[in-house]
C-alpha cells in the first residue's frame, strides 16, 4: 500500500511531475524512502538532476500541503486512487503519462472498462444537442461507461442524459474537486459522484486555469477505448482530446456536421483529414470496438422501432435536426395549431420529439 500522505508530499516539490513520482517510487519502492535517500542516489533515478535532488532533500512545505489536502479531500468524502492501486483504471495506467494518482469522487468499476468519451462544443446546435442525447441513450442501452469533462454544451448533455438512462458516467475536471467548474454544474456534479465517478489529477483548490484543460483531455481519452466528437469548431478543446486519443492509440470519431456552420468546421477537418472515422450511428462505433467493447455477435443495436399512428407519422415527417416553429407545422400539415400541439404531445412521450425554446419542435 502506497501511503498518499508522503506520496502527496512528494508532488509538491517543486519541479516534479507524474513521470518522476513514478520513476522516483519505483526506484525507492515508497515515497517515504525517496526522502531518506542521500543525494548521490537520488539522481541515479532517470530524470533526477542535482537541482531537483536539493529540491526534495530540502522542501520543507510537504506535511503542510499534504494534510491540508487530505482534509479538504475528506470533506467531500472523496480519496486518492494511485497508479500501484488495483482500483486504478487499466486503461488509464497505459498511455504514455498516467497521473501518479488521482483525486476522486465516487468509485471505478470493473465495468467502466468498456467506456467512451463523448465531447464537443460548448455551444451546440440543436443538432448537436439531440446527437448527443441520442448516442448517449444508444450507448447507456449496451451497459457503456459514458465519460466527458462537465463542461457547458455537449459534456454536459452526455452526463445528463447517462444519468437518466441509470447508465455509468464519469466526469474529469480541470480543477480540483472542491473547485467545481462551471460553478452552475456543481449539482451534476454530485448526482455523477453518487452513481458514478468525478476524477481530477489536480490538487484540492485548484482554479480552473485554462492550461489546466490540456492535461485534463488526456486523461478523458486515456479512460475510454475510443472518444466521439461531436460538434467542435477548429480551435476547440475537443480537437485537443481527439489528439491526445490518437497519441495513446485510441479509435477517434466524429460526427459530421453542416458544412457551413463554424462548430462543425473542426468535426469535419478530422474527418476529411483521415484523422477520424465518420459516424452516423452508435452502430459504427461498435462495428470498430465490438470486440474491446466485449458485444455478442447476435446482440441487436438497433433501436426498437416505435409504432406512430398516420396523424403522428405525418407530423413526425415534416420534422429533422432542424428546429421547426410550431405555426409552420401546422400550416405544412393544413391543421390547427391546437391539434398539432396534441399529437406533439404524444410524439414527445414517446421520446422521438423534442421542444425546444419558443415553440421549435425537432426529432429526438
Not at 452552475?184 to 476524477?199: P, S
Not at 480537437?239 to 468546421?265: C, H, M, W, Y
Request: with cysteine.
Amino acid at each position: 500500500m502506497i501511503n498518499v500522505r508522503a506520496l502527496l508530499q512528494l508532488s509538491s516539490v517543486p519541479r516534479i511531475g507524474p513521470q518522476k513520482i513514478r520513476a522516483l517510487v519505483a526506484y525507492f519502492k515508497t515515497p517515504e524512502n525517496v526522502f531518506q535517500a542521500p543525494a548521490r542516489e537520488l539522481i541515479a533515478v532517470p530524470g533526477i538532476d542535482k537541482k531537483l535532488a536539493s529540491n526534495i532533500l530540502h522542501h520543507t512545505n510537504g506535511e503542510k500541503f499534504a494534510d491540508d489536502q487530505l482534509k479538504r479531500l475528506n470533506k467531500l468524502d472523496g480519496k486518492i486512487v494511485t497508479v500501484w492501486d488495483k482500483e486504478y483504471p487499466d486503461l488509464l495506467r497505459k498511455i504514455y503519462d498516467p497521473p501518479a494518482f488521482l483525486f476522486v469522487l465516487g468509485k471505478f468499476k470493473e465495468l467502466d472498462s468498456r467506456a467512451i468519451a463523448l465531447v464537443g462544443t460548448r455551444h451546440p446546435t440543436a443538432y448537436g444537442h439531440s446527437v448527443a442525447e441520442n448516442m448517449t441513450r444508444d450507448l447507456a442501452k449496451q451497459s457503456i461507461t459514458l465519460v466527458s469533462g462537465l463542461a457547458r454544451g455537449i459534456d454536459t448533455i452526455v452526463h445528463s442524459t447517462a444519468l437518466k438512462c441509470g447508465t455509468r458516467t464519469i466526469a474529469v475536471i480541470g480543477s480540483g474537486l472542491d473547485v467545481p467548474y462551471p460553478p452552475e454544474n456543481k449539482k451534476l456534479m454530485d448526482h455523477i459522484a453518487e452513481e458514478g465517478v468525478v476524477v481530477s489529477e489536480f490538487p484540492m483548490g485548484t482554479k480552473p486555469d485554462a492550461s489546466n484543460f490540456p492535461r485534463r483531455n488526456r486523461i478523458i481519452s486515456g479512460l475510454t477505448l475510443g472518444t466521439v466528437v461531436i460538434e467542435s469548431a477548429e480551435d476547440g478543446g475537443a480537437l485537443i482530446t481527439a489528439t491526445t486519443a490518437l497519441d495513446q492509440d485510441r479509435e477517434v470519431f466524429a460526427v459530421p456536421g453542416n458544412i457551413t456552420e463554424k462548430r462543425s468546421a473542426g468535426s469535419n477537418k478530422l474527418i476529411r483529414d483521415g484523422r477520424a472515422k465518420l459516424v452516423t450511428c452508435v452502430d459504427d462505433i461498435f462495428a470498430e470496438l465490438r470486440l474491446q467493447l466485449r458485444l455478442s455477435l447476435d446482440e441487436p443495436m438497433q433501436r426498437p422501432a416505435i409504432e406512430l399512428t398516420l396523424t403522428e407519422r405525418t407530423i413526425f415527417d415534416f420534422l429533422s435536426s432542424e428546429p421547426v416553429h410550431i405555426d409552420t407545422l401546422a400550416e405544412q400539415a393544413d391543421s390547427s395549431t391546437s391539434d398539432v400541439l396534441v399529437t406533439l404531445l404524444s410524439l414527445e412521450f414517446k421520446s422521438v420529439v423534442r421542444q425546444l425554446p419558443g415553440k421549435l419542435f425537432i426529432r429526438s
